[in-house]
């Protein structure tokens, strides 16, 4: 069965700097991997994926991932954060080996917080 | 990406009773995700909802307490029986992305306390 962790429960960062979130996950086939935020009071939006090539994608608002099969992880980055970047960050990991319907599984959530 | 209608988007309810928590998407969709999300937790999913069958329930969920109707492939419902205040969370619906390797959409999500 498929799994994601994500370590941090809190992630602070202060404005400008540059910021990590992480996640590893265990699938047992190849992954298809997501970040998604969630602010105060909103749904789920989808911030980045990876699903196959290039290791590095980029998403919005500066956020990128890096993909690292060796070490099983999708660690979330931006270079220079952003005040309004304040959320709450989930990864997720869907089995592309599994072919049944398409569940997500879901770490448990970093809340990054970006101070001025 | 898939237009996600979700009402009502937070109810107060009283223990006891029952809520149900509609979703509707502008397009036709083969089956729907519903998720859970408690106080400062994750998403776990409670159940997949494919039109014209029983609903799918994960392990911890069951179908006497969260009824799911599947009329349509592109309208659903979730209903919460006989709540009590551990049932206060955040309910989101999802529908199946089009691609296995396509992004999952959610709907804004309904905040439910349950007093």
């Known amino acids: 069965a498929q799994s994601v962790a994500q370590p941090e429960d809190q992630v602070n960062v202060a404005e400008g700097n540059p910021l990590t979130v992480k996640c590893t996950y265990s699938?047992?086939?190849?992954?298809?991997l997501f970040w998604y935020v969630q602010y105060p009071n909103r749904g789920l939006q989808f911030l980045l994926k990876?699903?196959?090539?290039?290791?590095l994608v980029k998403g919005s608002y500066g956020f990128e991932a890096e993909f690292n099969k060796s070490q099983t992880s999708f660690h979330l980055k931006n270079p220079s954060a952003l005040g309004s970047a304040s959320a709450l960050y989930f990864c997720?990991?869907?089995?592309?080996?599994?072919?049944?319907?398409?569940?997500?599984?879901f770490g448990t959530g970093t809340r990054l917080l970006v101070s001025p | 990406s898939a237009v996600i209608s979700q009402k009502p988007s937070r109810d107060i309810c009283q223990r006891g009773t029952s809520l149900t928590i509609q979703c509707q998407v502008d397009?036709?969709?083969?089956?729907m995700f519903w998720y859970r999300q408690q106080p400062g937790q994750s998403l776990t999913l409670i159940a997949t909802?494919?039109?014209?069958?029983?609903?799918?329930?994960e392990s911890g969920f069951v179908i006497d307490k969260f009824p799911i109707s599947r009329p349509n492939l592109t309208f659903s419902t979730l209903t919460v029986s006989n709540m009590s205040p551990e049932d206060s969370s955040i309910y989101l619906c999802?529908?199946?992305?089009?691609?296995?390797?396509?992004?999952?959409?959610f709907g804004q999500g309904t905040r439910l306390t349950v007093v």
């Open positions: 990876y699903i196959t090539g290039d290791n």
């Open positions: 397009s036709q969709v083969t089956m």
């Open positions: 997720a990991v869907r089995d592309r080996e599994n072919t049944g319907f398409q569940k997500l599984v």
């Open positions: 909802a494919n039109q014209g069958s029983e609903a799918t329930y």
């Open positions: 999802s529908p199946d992305p089009v691609r296995d390797h396509t992004e999952a959409f």
């Open positions: 699938v047992s086939g190849n992954p298809y």
